[in-house]
């Protein structure tokens, strides 16, 4: 019998750690395919890069000892089992995990407005190393103190106006909710986070940008009620939304082993949308929990091989950690569902629950409390 081929699509969070949790089995045959002339990097630390000192070099995400081909994905082929690359080789596979993750929710083309076609590099996101050093050298090419806006209410956009105003920046966060975050953090942290906002920075909340007037010398922000936010650079932090391979262009839905619904497709990270009985559909766009779906979709490809055990089914249990106007703000699992605060000595913690269930833990520099919940989620009934 020949050895099944694995191959993995993305050299990310969640495709690294499916390699890595298949690299030293030799019942298998495993491949990551990367894009071309891309180095791998750790996504999270690419704020040091931004907002610090930190070298691009520091940042490199090291590879298990697999093939690695640097070919990017044109498509898949499920009917035949082969994916197409940009160089025109086919790969056949007898499984496939597809961890291609996402890429930012942009602005509208209607929104945007330049002097010239050419991009003035006034307007941009944070999601990529060539985003953050971007960011870098717009920030340091100007000599000065720089006076940016940030346009979102999710971490990024959180950790990043506290960054930038830690630096000596002056930074204006814009909101399209009158509580930013409460999608990603729930609506009692949400609460928290946003009165740090307004006593440490400026903040136009409730508010949805309308025109951006983008010159070499900065931005003209139009909001709904018409009065312009003026910036060196603004920064978009509308989310992510998943980036997959046709014909997954708009992500892969999986279920609650994340299989996709095509026989021998698998899909983990940013690019997979969870569709299960426990916690009906979510998605979570975080570096631990991709690299935690990342192992279970390698656990679960090995059993549908007839090789392995079943793994049962992926129940997010990950940590984040952010830190935002001097508080550590962290949290294990999902955080969506109905949130409310519950008491915990003098801590601030809120649970996160899902049809009478536990299912996330965030807090307020309550590390120790929250991560001790870990492995308890999805067990212990409201």
């Not at 985003?131 to 346009?151: C, H, N, Q």
């Not at 991709?290 to 992926?314: M, N, R, S």
Request: hydrophobic share 40%; charged share 20%; glycine share 12%.
């Amino acid at each position: 019998m020949a050895t099944p081929q694995i191959l993995v699509l993305g050299a990310g969070a969640a495709g690294s750690a499916a390699a890595r949790s298949l690299a030293a089995r030799d019942d298998v045959r495993v491949t990551l395919v990367t894009q071309t002339r891309e180095t791998p990097y750790t996504r999270m630390l690419i704020k040091g890069v931004a907002f610090g000192p930190t070298s691009p070099e520091l940042i490199k995400l090291p590879l298990p000892d697999i093939e690695v081909i640097a070919d990017t994905v044109v498509g898949v082929k499920p009917s035949v089992q082969v994916v197409q690359l940009a160089s025109g080789v086919q790969l056949a596979y007898d499984a496939l995990i597809v961890a291609t993750g996402s890429k930012p929710r942009p602005l509208t083309t209607t929104v945007i407005h330049r002097e010239t076609s050419a991009n003035r590099g006034r307007v941009g996101t944070l999601h990529s190393l060539e985003d953050a050093l971007g960011i870098r050298e717009a920030l340091t090419s100007l000599g000065r103190p720089a006076r940016v806006a940030i346009y979102g209410g999710g971490i990024i956009a959180a950790e990043t106006v506290s960054s930038l105003h830690a630096d000596g920046h002056t930074a204006i966060l814009i909101s399209r909710s009158q509580i930013p975050g409460i999608g990603a953090f729930g609506a009692p942290m949400a609460e928290r986070i946003a009165n740090d906002h307004v006593a440490t920075v400026q903040t136009r909340f409730g508010h949805t940008i309308q025109r951006v007037d983008e010159t070499a010398s900065g931005v003209a922000i139009t909001l709904d009620h018409g009065n312009p936010v003026l910036a060196d650079f603004l920064l978009v932090a509308l989310g992510t939304i998943p980036s997959g391979p046709a014909p997954w262009t708009d992500g892969v839905d999986v279920d609650d082993r994340l299989r996709a619904q095509v026989t021998h497709v698998y899909a983990a990270g940013g690019v997979a949308t969870h569709r299960d009985e426990a916690l009906g559909t979510w998605r979570i766009d975080h570096w631990e929990d991709a690299a935690a779906q990342g192992a279970h979709a390698a656990q679960v490809v090995l059993h549908d091989l007839g090789i392995e055990d079943d793994p049962g089914a992926y129940l997010p249990r990950s940590p984040y950690l952010a830190m935002v106007h001097g508080r550590v703000i962290s949290g294990v699992g999902y955080t969506g569902g109905t949130a409310s605060r519950f008491e915990d000595g003098d801590e601030f913690v809120v649970r996160h629950e899902k049809g009478g269930v536990v299912v996330g833990v965030s807090g307020v520099d309550a590390v120790g409390t929250v991560y001790q919940w870990g492995q308890r989620l999805h067990t212990v009934s409201v």
